[in-house]
């Protein structure tokens, strides 16, 4: 399968929220796993399902870590996650998908806001959260896995 992702930069490097960083825009600063990370919102953007309908991704249920969703999500063949890790990025869990959220509320990076965009956290057999980022409503319940949303992935470096 796909590479782990291995990015790191260096605090002093850091350039300030909205501004150019690894391929994207630096979102903002954050600990994930006892680590300082610094999340990145890439240009890209793609659509797809999250998955199969009625169907659970075993290991894809973590509201703060969206690179490991995406991995257990492109084990179980999701096509979206494949994508994603391809572009050496990963789909954002529901954490990393507000902090994205705060940051275009703050006026620091832009997202389309007429179609929801899919996170990797999934809720359940038929139900994976998304995000509106017009509004900034975070749901999981409006129709199902198989159903076209859009994707915008995200990097997380290390900060040394």
Same mark, same amino acid.
């Given at each position: 399968m796909i590479q782990s992702l291995q990015y790191v930069v260096h605090a002093s490097e850091l350039p300030p929220r909205g501004h150019p960083l690894a391929g994207g825009s630096f979102v903002t600063r954050y600990w994930l796993n006892g680590?300082?990370?610094?999340l990145v919102l890439l240009d890209d953007e793609f659509q797809g399902v999250w998955g199969e309908p009625s169907t659970m991704i075993e290991n894809a249920n973590s509201y703060s870590d969206g690179e490991a969703n995406t991995r257990a999500m492109a084990e179980g063949g999701s096509l979206i996650a494949i994508k994603a890790l391809e572009l050496g990025a990963f789909? #954002? %869990?529901?954490? /990393?998908g507000q902090m994205v959220m705060a940051a275009k509320a703050e006026g620091l990076v832009s997202l389309r806001e007429?179609?929801?965009?899919?996170?990797?956290?999934q809720f359940s057999a038929s139900y994976a959260y998304h995000l509106g980022y /017009?509004?900034?409503?975070?749901?999981?319940?409006?129709?199902?896995?198989?159903? /076209?949303?859009?994707?915008? #992935?995200?990097? %997380?470096?290390l900060i040394c």
């Open positions: 680590q300082e990370r610094a789909i #954002p %869990s529901c954490l /990393e007429d179609r929801w965009h899919w996170l990797s956290s /017009e509004g900034g409503c975070l749901d999981y319940y409006y129709l199902g896995k198989d159903i /076209e949303r859009l994707v915008r #992935p995200v990097r %997380s470096l």
